[in-house]
C-alpha cells in the first residue's frame, strides 16, 4: 500500500493449485485480471479573509493584527465542523507558512510580532526578518490559522506611509501543494486638514439691500418675483471664494523663496555694474588710442622751404682784387654746400667750423645784392 500511488494500470494474474486428500494435485485455470489505479483529486488549499483594513495613526503605534479574519481550507473540504469550518481543518495538515513584506520593514520604526505562547503549544517554529515572517512545522490547519491571526504590525511613524502590503502562502506535504496568494493591505488613515471658514464679519444690510434693489427686467415678472432676493447663493459661494482667494493671497512667501528672490536681485545688480565697467574701460582704452595716433602724425600744415639768395654764387669779375682769394675759395664752397645739406650731422670738427666761418665772409666780400628780384 502507498499514501500516494502512481496512477495507471496494475495487473493481477491468479494461478491456483488444489491437492486432493492422496496428494493429487489438481491445477485450476489461471485468471487474468487488472487493478486500475485512478488520478487522486489533488488538494487544493485556499486562503481567504478581508484583504483591506484601513486603521489610524494610534491603532498603528499600538499595533494591528494583519489576518485577523484570515480562513484556510482545502478541497474537497468535507463535511462541515464548527463555526463554519470544514472538517479539513483538523484532518488536514499545513507544513509551512510564509509571511512577506513589501517593500521591506524598516527596523527603526516597524516591527512583526507573533504570538510566543502559542507558538511553543503547538510546537512550531518562527522566524523573523525585515522581509517578513516564516512559520514552519508540521501541524493542523486550525493551530495554524490561530497563529497567523496573532501576528501584529506595529509602526511607530504611520505618517510616512499610505499603505502597507503583506502577502501570504501556504504549503503541503513539503512544498508539494501550494496555496493561493493573499494580498492583505493596511491602509494608514491620515487626518484630514482642517480647512479655514468665512469670516462672519459682513454687514447683515446687503441681502436686504439686494432684495429691495430691482434689476429693471425683473418689472414684468410678478411682484412675488420680484421682492425675492436675487442669486443670493451665487453671491455667498462668490463671497467664500474671494475670501478664501484674499486670505491665500495675503499669506506671507517662506523664507526660501525671499533668500532666492534676493540672491537673483543681488547677481542682476553685479552683472549689470560690471558690464557698465566694461563699457567705460573699454571706451577709455579708444580715446586713449586715437590721441597717441594724433600726436604721432605729421603735421606738415605749416612747413615752408625758403631758399636764401645769398648761396648763388656769381662768377668772378675780372679785374678786381679778390681774384686769388676767389679761387681759393672754390674748393671751400663745395664743403659748405655739403655742410648745407647735412647740417644736422653733430659731429663736425671744430677746425671745419672756422673755415666755414672765414669762407662765409669771403662770400658776403664778394657777392652784389641784386635788387632786380626783389618784391615790397
Request: glycine share 4%; aromatic share 6%; charged share 20%.
Amino acid at each position: 500500500s502507498r499514501e500516494f500511488p502512481t496512477p495507471g494500470r496494475r495487473n493481477l494474474h491468479l494461478s491456483t493449485v488444489v491437492m486432493c486428500d492422496r496428494g493429487r494435485p489438481i491445477k485450476v485455470p489461471p485468471v487474468e485480471s487488472y487493478i486500475m489505479v485512478l488520478q487522486p483529486q489533488q488538494p487544493s488549499i485556499e486562503i481567504n479573509g478581508t484583504t483591506n483594513l484601513a486603521r489610524d495613526y494610534q491603532d498603528f503605534r499600538n499595533g494591528v493584527r494583519v489576518f485577523t479574519d484570515l480562513h484556510i481550507s482545502v478541497q474537497p473540504s468535507g463535511k462541515m465542523w464548527k463555526h463554519g469550518e470544514s472538517m479539513s481543518v483538523i484532518q488536514k495538515k499545513l507544513d509551512s507558512c510564509i509571511v512577506s513584506v513589501y517593500p521591506s520593514l524598516n527596523p527603526d520604526h516597524e516591527s512583526l510580532t507573533l504570538p510566543e505562547n502559542m507558538l511553543t503549544q503547538f510546537g512550531i517554529v518562527a522566524k523573523i526578518s525585515k522581509d517578513g515572517a516564516t512559520v514552519s512545522g508540521s501541524d493542523i490547519i486550525y493551530n495554524y490559522e490561530e497563529v497567523l491571526r496573532q501576528i501584529q504590525y506595529t509602526n511607530r511613524k504611520p505618517a510616512y506611509y499610505l499603505n502597507r502590503v503583506f502577502k501570504l502562502i501556504c504549503s503541503e506535504m513539503n512544498g508539494r501543494f501550494l496555496s493561493n496568494e493573499y494580498v492583505q493591505t493596511l491602509t494608514v488613515i491620515h487626518p484630514r486638514v482642517p480647512t479655514a471658514k468665512p469670516s462672519a464679519a459682513a454687514p447683515t444690510e446687503a441681502p436686504a439691500q439686494t432684495a429691495d434693489k430691482q434689476v429693471p427686467a425683473h418689472l414684468l415678472l410678478s411682484p412675488q418675483h420680484v421682492k425675492s432676493p436675487v442669486h443670493t447663493i451665487v453671491d455667498h459661494y462668490l463671497e467664500t471664494k474671494m475670501s478664501d482667494r484674499t486670505q491665500a493671497v495675503i499669506a506671507p512667501p517662506g523664507h526660501a523663496v525671499t533668500i532666492i528672490i534676493v540672491v537673483c536681485v543681488g547677481f542682476l545688480l553685479f552683472m549689470i555694474v560690471l558690464g557698465v565697467v566694461r563699457i567705460r574701460a573699454a571706451h577709455h582704452r579708444a580715446t586713449q588710442e586715437e590721441i597717441q595716433d594724433t600726436e604721432m602724425a605729421w603735421d606738415d600744415s605749416a612747413l615752408t622751404i625758403t631758399v636764401n639768395p645769398m648761396e648763388q654764387l656769381e662768377s668772378p669779375r675780372p679785374g678786381k682784387p679778390g681774384t686769388h682769394g676767389q679761387s681759393h675759395i672754390a674748393p671751400d664752397d663745395d664743403e659748405s654746400s655739403d655742410d648745407n645739406s647735412s647740417y644736422h650731422d653733430d659731429d663736425l670738427d671744430s677746425t671745419d667750423e672756422e673755415e666755414e666761418g672765414s669762407a662765409a665772409v669771403s662770400k658776403v666780400k664778394d657777392l652784389e645784392w641784386d635788387n632786380s628780384t626783389l618784391a615790397i
